[in-house]
């Protein structure tokens, strides 16, 4: 039997702990960065830290900054009365690139998910209560997934503000832009459907 | 319907396999571990996603491999329909994905292009088996004719686990994520409770026909019955009976830490004059009753759909005497494609392709 070189199989180790990526990835990957410069291994080694060391959570929203309280919640040209809900941080990047929201964030930290061990108390969400008190803004946008675990995290939360006097609102559901009615399938335009608007201009 | 090709790619024991099926009956036969039931389980999973013998998908994946992969080319009333079926066996669990027409495709816009009717040993049982083995027939037909039911039964089954993780205790005790899950309980538990009336309700005619020809002394009378019992079947009435027994089994379901009620534990009753069949009928009543029960899943499916559904029967002829046989076959009628194995030549069979199944191997079509 052959080994491979240990500090190898070390990296393959740890690089296959990461999500989507499987002991065969994990290898392709080693053996693409044996072959290039050191210089190129040191900067990627370099980010890693980096990103551990010098980002964070804002205090207040929970999504990544490099200072706390981040950006977003210290912008005064963003909206304070509208805050909008996700459930990772990633969420934000994703809602930022689309350019079309001024207002402000709130990262759940995930989704409610009690056959996952992940109930309200694991989320951020007193903290959302807390804010609310205090910030008093005037709508939640309750943005996470269309899937079942986003659904029923949107439900508990539309629940849980609604004596706060707040304004709840969800994402809507529909077709893609740009997509075809063909491809759509049932529930996507059933939902679509029944989101319908009147078109007036 | 009918497939034109059929292909395996290290599927169950088979490394590559393509055929060109025939219309009309396509015999299989051979010796019993060759690979038969393998290639109707793989016709069966190219249409459905799914196995019929095994829960673990990974089993479908042949030793050594990483991917299996089921293909085909349908013709049917909407054209024909090119439909692959990809089980991935990975580090972290095996995935499957769907295309058709070379086009990626989610699982419940993949169902019901090649629907299927099959019929192997083990249905046999069916009168006399468990509550679950008949709730996944009535899963499986409903699944492949309704493209909502399997949205809202996959909904409800998420909701019921997660119903069931807040009464373990699996995070801190709280009613208001309960009536959450309830929620949807309801809404997805109402529809499949509707579309189970209505299959039931179709299949008991088709039943009882077919076993007034089989056995003209008796009478078959198929029944569902749901869990949650309601006066009449109307989403309002149904959704009011099962929040009113929902509530009143809340104390019980915190007790005994599990949800209690709903069509998860839905039953169909088989009764002959009046006398449950799983409790008091003898094997040979309950073998018939079965038969009557596939017959009327058949023609259910092609009612529904209005085109004849693929015909699987694996291995069942053999368990069954010439007679019956010969019978269920007339009462099935015309079918545009079946697919039979067999461990000898059944007599009696007409016009069918046969093909002898030897080592994952199928060898030389020839008419009978
Ligand atoms: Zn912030």
Redesign the pocket.
């Given at each position: 039997m052959t080994t491979v070189a240990s500090p190898v199989a070390a990296l393959i180790n740890e690089l296959s702990k990461l999500p989507t990526i499987g002991p065969k990835t994990a290898a392709r990957l080693v053996f693409y960065l044996l072959n290039r410069p050191r210089n190129e291994a040191q900067s990627l080694a370099e980010a890693i830290l980096a990103v551990k060391d010098n980002v964070r959570f804002?205090?207040?929203?929970?999504?990544l900054?490099e200072s706390?309280?981040?950006?977003?919640?210290?912008d005064e040209r963003r909206d304070a009365t509208t805050i909008c809900v996700v459930a990772e941080a990633k969420d934000v990047y994703a809602i930022e690139r689309a350019g079309a929201f001024k207002g402000?964030?709130h990262v759940l930290g995930g989704l409610i998910s009690p056959m996952d061990g992940i109930g309200p108390a694991q989320l951020h969400l007193r903290e959302l209560i807390e804010r609310i008190g205090r910030e008093a803004p005037r709508e939640i946008i309750l943005a996470t997934n269309p899937n079942a675990e986003g659904e029923a995290t949107a439900l508990y939360l539309s629940r849980l503000l609604q004596p706060l006097g707040v304004v709840v609102t969800r994402l809507a559901y529909g077709l893609p832009i740009g997509g075809d009615l063909d491809y759509a399938d049932e529930m996507t335009i059933a939902k679509a459907l029944e989101g319908r608007r009147t078109l007036s201009y | 319907m009918y497939l034109r090709r059929l292909g395996f790619s290290n599927f169950r024991n088979y490394s590559e396999l393509n055929l060109e099926p025939s219309t009309g009956l396509n015999l299989f036969v051979g010796a019993n571990a060759q690979g038969k039931s393998n290639l109707l389980e793989g016709i069966a999973m190219l249409g459905t996603g799914k196995s019929f013998r095994t829960a673990r998908d990974s089993d479908a994946v042949r030793a050594g491999c990483e991917r299996a992969v089921l293909s085909g080319e349908a013709t049917s009333r909407a054209g024909n329909v090119n439909l692959a079926c990809a089980i991935d066996r990975g580090p972290r669990g095996t995935r499957k994905t769907y295309t058709v027409n070379a086009s990626p495709v989610r699982y419940a816009n993949y169902l019901g292009r090649i629907r299927v009717v099959t019929f192997v040993p083990a249905d046999l049982k069916l009168a006399a088996g468990t509550p679950g083995a008949r709730r996944a027939f009535l899963n499986i037909a409903l699944a492949q004719t309704e493209p909502r039911y399997y949205y809202e039964l996959a909904r409800y089954r998420k909701a019921l686990q997660q119903k069931n993780a807040v009464l373990r205790g699996a995070v801190e005790p709280d009613d208001e994520l309960l009536l959450v899950y309830e929620r949807t309980l309801l809404a997805a538990g109402t529809e499949i409770m509707l579309a189970r009336v209505r299959l039931v309700d179709e299949l008991a005619h088709g039943a009882a026909a077919a076993h007034a020809r089989f056995a003209p002394d008796e009478a078959l009378e198929v029944r569902y019955e749901p869990n949650v019992v309601f006066d009449a079947a109307t989403p309002e009435a149904i959704a009011a009976a099962f929040e009113a027994r929902m509530r009143h089994a809340a104390e019980s379901e915190r007790t005994r830490k599990s949800a209690l009620v709903g069509p998860h534990r839905d039953d169909v009753g088989l009764s002959l004059d009046g006398v449950s069949l799983a409790a008091y009928g003898s094997q040979g009543q309950q073998r018939t009753a079965v038969l009557a029960l596939k017959v009327a899943e058949y023609g259910v499916m092609r009612e529904r759909s209005n085109e004849a559904p693929l015909l699987l029967l694996d291995d069942v002829l053999s368990e069954l005497d010439e007679t019956r046989a010969g019978a269920f076959l007339g009462e099935i009628g015309d079918y545009e494609q079946a697919f039979v194995t067999a461990t000898h030549l059944p007599p009696g069979l007409s016009g069918a392709r046969v093909a002898r199944v030897q080592n994952a191997r199928v060898l030389e079509w020839a008419a009978c």
């Open positions: 804002c205090s207040i929203c929970y999504s900054a706390d309280p981040c950006e977003f919640c210290t402000r964030y | -």
